[in-house]
């Protein structure tokens, strides 16, 4: 069984934790793009936990984890992450955490361009984390950028590297006035942060396929949502790899093979952190109460997230694109507190109502078109079933079963690993064909 668990709005919907949730009864879990730019936050009985590049089914001890060929790797960040982990008693070594030799190393001048050019375009700047993961994946585009595979072999690591030191001064250290870049530094950082790495990095194509061969149940875990795709979503106000389901086998390493299922991921309300338009933001007290109540902080960068109305079009959009055949739907309860729920169920633009997704010139004029919904002002946290939840938040999924034309078979209601409930989709999937 091979099921992809993806963010069908802008990212930071749950996906860790609905991974987590899910592992129980995983064999495999593997990232399968991005780096350490986004957060999973995960709260088990070991405490809450933040992950940046470690797959979310680390908690697990019969669950392997698997940083695949699609991903871009911060060693840096990695080594730091893993011993903050091991420091609070998760077990990590290179029997339940793997690196593909594929991925791309993140490298600290991609970091300094990240930086340096967010800088230079000011009012202009696109919101990134600043973590270099733009940069790091035009490389590799470039065919500019170390694999973890290169760690391997001190004597070919060191070629490739001074090629790209003298490269990096010519196209980044001196147009931006950096320091210069030099052969001993970037060897030392590889070495300081590649070498403890050395026994995870392993051919992750063939360890996930034959695993898939023999019938083991494989998660693979997405990284950001739906419109931060670099393709489909609010470009340029994206991130720089395919959020998509479609991309988690060629990014896990199984590109022949097809997903069984694709569970997305779908905040109660909406929440974005980062730059772009976001038409169905709050703003004001509404706003601020909701963020405050929600903690919507970005996981990796903790700042503060846009939040708005559940956001119908966008929600489509982004159900139609991943190909849902399931929804987990997300932080019911941080609406428990309103006495009435606005839902944005079209935009407006140029004085028209569009019910369609815009990209571009006509999402940056778009207006939100609001309904509202009743509330239910009654704490769910302690909800375990649908009949536990009162009749308005019933209600209140049900709406958005039926306009999404997907079934909700989870519904959150706080961080902790109980704190959801099951439910029978009344709504039949009418996805398109299955990767």
Same mark, same amino acid.
């Given at each position: ?22 592992? *129980? ?13 986004? *957060? ?30 699609? #991903?871009?790797?911060?060693?840096? @960040? ?33 970091? @300094? ?34 694999? #973890?595979?290169?760690?391997?072999? @001190? ?31 970037? #060897? ?105 109540? *929600? ?6 960068? *903790?700042?503060?997230? #846009? ?129």
């Amino acid at each position: 069984m091979i099921t992809s668990v993806v963010g069908v709005n802008w990212g930071d919907e749950g996906k860790g934790r609905t991974v987590d949730l899910l592992s *129980g009864s995983a064999d495999i879990v593997s990232r399968y793009q991005g780096g350490n730019n986004a *957060g999973h936050t995960i709260v088990n009985n070991m405490g809450k936990f933040v992950l940046n590049l470690v797959p979310s089914g680390i908690f697990h001890p019969n669950v392997v984890n698997v940083l695949g060929g699609g #991903m871009v790797v911060d060693i840096e @960040h990695l080594f730091n992450e893993v011993n903050q982990l091991r420091a609070r008693g998760v077990i990590i070594s290179p029997v339940n955490l793997k690196i593909s030799r594929r991925a791309a190393i993140c490298m600290p001048w991609h970091r @300094h361009a990240d930086g340096a050019e967010e800088d230079r375009l000011g009012s202009a700047k696109q919101g990134s984390t600043r973590r270099g993961i733009g940069p790091v994946y035009a490389d590799r585009a470039l065919r500019k950028a170390l694999r #973890m595979e290169d760690l391997l072999d @001190h004597a070919y690591l060191e070629m490739l590297t001074a090629r790209l030191v003298d490269w990096k001064n010519i196209t980044l250290a001196k147009p931006y006035g950096l320091p210069p870049y030099t052969l001993e530094g970037a #060897m030392g950082w590889l070495r300081e942060y590649g070498d403890p790495f050395l026994e995870y990095v392993i051919d992750a194509d063939e360890y996930i396929d034959e695993a898939a061969e023999a019938g083991k149940n494989i998660l693979l875990e997405a990284q950001l949502g739906t419109l931060r795709d670099l393709d489909y979503g609010i470009y340029p106000y994206t991130t720089s790899s395919s959020a998509l389901a479609a991309s988690a086998p060629i990014g896990a390493g199984i590109p022949a093979r097809r997903l069984d299922k694709v569970i997305g991921v779908v905040k109660a309300f909406s929440s974005s952190v980062g730059g772009g338009p976001f038409v169905a933001k709050f703003e004001g007290g509404l706003g601020n109460r909701l963020r405050e109540v *929600g903690e919507e902080f970005g996981a990796a960068t *903790g700042r503060p997230r #846009m939040v708005g109305a559940f956001d119908l079009v966008a929600t489509k959009y982004g159900a139609r694109l991943q190909g849902i055949d399931e929804i987990v739907l997300t932080k019911l309860d941080t609406l428990d507190f309103m006495d009435e729920i606005p839902v944005c169920t079209a935009y407006e633009i140029d004085g028209e109502q569009t019910d369609k997704f815009p990209t571009g010139a006509r999402l940056e004029r778009a207006k939100p078109v609001f309904e509202t919904l009743p509330g239910w002002r009654t704490p769910t946290t302690e909800c375990r079933s649908e009949s536990d939840l009162p009749e308005n938040a019933r209600l209140y999924i049900d709406w958005i079963e039926e306009r999404i034309r997907r079934p909700i078979t989870t519904v959150s209601v706080g961080p902790s690993r109980d704190a959801y409930l099951n439910r029978v989709g009344k709504i039949s999937s009418d996805k398109g064909a299955r990767v």
